[in-house]
């Protein structure tokens, strides 16, 4: 019982972290055409989350003690890896190929549990990663204006590692010997990234003037700030905190496929918002999305009565199986450790299941 209702509280986060990423892109992109450089945009976002987040990691500073290589782990991959491999990689590809490399994580989660942990994975799971990087493709249209640019090619390629990174290292952090705060883990994780990303964005060049002005939405004008106020709030802070503790609750390789579910949101949005209109390869692509993710989170089988549940402050099922996901934003991303079937960090009981910038 509460194995089913803590899986279903989970896919509710997952939702809504999927919800909160996929509508970064819409508020970003009025900001962008405005004059603001995109790598400037990302590093407003994660360094206003990581000052909105400084009383949380006060708050959990025994971290910087305990979890060292978690925090830097998360603050590399799943915050300031995934967001600047990403921006290099559309420089030189199109953004959906880039975007559909991107999600290829949920599959390159599997990959990890079933070749490098040696764990078995559902079939139910590599189903759903199948149905849900096809229904990818056509939500965001990969053949067109393809163009073969090995070095854009690696860098998304690289954006999906670190992808891989967030839902590993957020399940990891959940162990029960020492837990790892989520909110401990996405504050410093945050405040790591903005570190980094101020070296990368330089942002001392950026024309803060625009921030006081408007930027146009479908014709419509919104205050810069506003629109600055829901990347950081909603698209990142509210999306890293419902992401992290989704993934505790279901598993990487779960979670994972329901963040694909991102891409389907940001082109819905931005048909709603931006006036992008869908096409019906892309209506499609989104309904096999959806039902790539439903298929991957209903394998997680209940958990058995002899199992113990994990009632950990993140909340963690128990079971048997295995397997890991991207949106990563990481069985590596946001937490830490590794990313089988919900337990990579050795919790007492395992986690069954079959189960994803910017």
């Known amino acids: 019982m509460h194995a089913s209702q803590g899986r279903s509280a989970g896919l509710g986060l997952a939702l809504a972290s999927a919800f909160a990423f996929g509508g970064s892109g819409v508020a970003a992109k009025p900001l962008i055409e405005a004059g603001l450089d995109p790598l400037h945009v990302v590093w407003l976002r994660v360094t206003g989350a990581a000052l909105v987040m400084l009383p949380v990691?006060?708050?959990?500073?025994?971290?910087?003690?305990?979890?060292?290589?978690?925090?830097?782990?998360?603050?590399?991959?799943?915050?300031?890896?995934?967001?600047?491999?990403?921006?290099?990689?559309?420089?030189?590809?199109?953004?959906?190929?880039?975007?559909?490399?991107?999600?290829?994580?949920?599959?390159?989660?599997?990959?990890w549990v079933r070749f490098v942990q040696r764990r078995p994975v559902t079939r139910a799971a590599a189903v759903g990663v199948v149905l849900a990087a096809g229904g990818?493709?056509?939500?965001?249209?990969?053949?067109?204006?393809?163009?073969?640019?090995?070095?854009?090619?690696?860098?998304?390629?690289?954006?999906?590692?670190?992808?891989?990174?967030?839902?590993?290292?957020?399940?990891?952090?959940?162990?029960?010997?020492?837990?790892?705060?989520?909110?401990?883990?996405?504050?410093?994780?945050?405040?790591?990234?903005?570190?980094?990303?101020?070296?990368?964005?330089?942002?001392?060049?950026?024309?803060?003037?625009?921030?006081?002005?408007?930027?146009?939405?479908?014709?419509?004008?919104?205050?810069?700030?506003?629109?600055?106020?829901?990347?950081?709030?909603?698209?990142?802070?509210?999306?890293?905190?419902?992401?992290?503790?989704?993934?505790?609750?279901?598993?990487?390789?779960?979670?994972?496929?329901?963040?694909?579910?991102?891409?389907?949101?940001?082109?819905?949005?931005?048909?709603?918002?931006?006036?992008?209109?869908?096409e019906a390869p892309q209506i499609i692509g989104g309904a096999v999305v959806l039902v790539g993710a439903f298929i991957a989170q209903s394998s997680t089988p209940k958990a058995s009565p002899s199992a113990p549940v994990a009632g950990s402050a993140a909340g963690t099922e128990a079971g048997a199986g295995a397997a890991a996901g991207p949106g990563a934003r990481d069985g590596g991303g946001p937490g830490s450790g590794s990313g089988a079937d919900g337990d990579v960090v050795g919790r007492g009981a395992e986690l069954s299941a079959g189960r994803n910038a910017s």
């Open 57 to 111: 990691a006060w708050r959990h500073r025994d971290l910087l003690r305990r979890k060292p290589a978690l925090l830097v782990g998360f603050g590399l991959l799943a915050v300031a890896g995934v967001q600047a491999f990403y921006f290099a990689s559309i420089s030189r590809i199109p953004v959906g190929v880039a975007l559909l490399i991107e999600y290829l994580a949920p599959a390159l989660v599997l990959g």
């Open 136 to 278: 990818l493709a056509c939500v965001v249209q990969v053949w067109s204006g393809l163009s073969f640019d090995l070095l854009g090619l690696l860098l998304a390629l690289a954006a999906a590692c670190c992808q891989v990174g967030y839902f590993v290292l957020s399940d990891q952090g959940s162990d029960e010997a020492g837990q790892a705060d989520p909110l401990g883990v996405i504050a410093y994780g945050l405040l790591i990234g903005a570190l980094v990303l101020t070296v990368v964005a330089r942002p001392w060049g950026m024309d803060w003037a625009l921030l006081g002005g408007s930027a146009d939405m479908d014709g419509s004008s919104v205050p810069a700030w506003l629109l600055l106020g829901w990347i950081v709030l909603i698209a990142t802070v509210l999306a890293y905190v419902t992401g992290v503790i989704s993934v505790r609750r279901l598993s990487p390789q779960v979670a994972g496929v329901v963040a694909c579910l991102e891409a389907v949101i940001a082109t819905v949005l931005a048909w709603v918002l931006l006036g992008e209109h869908l």
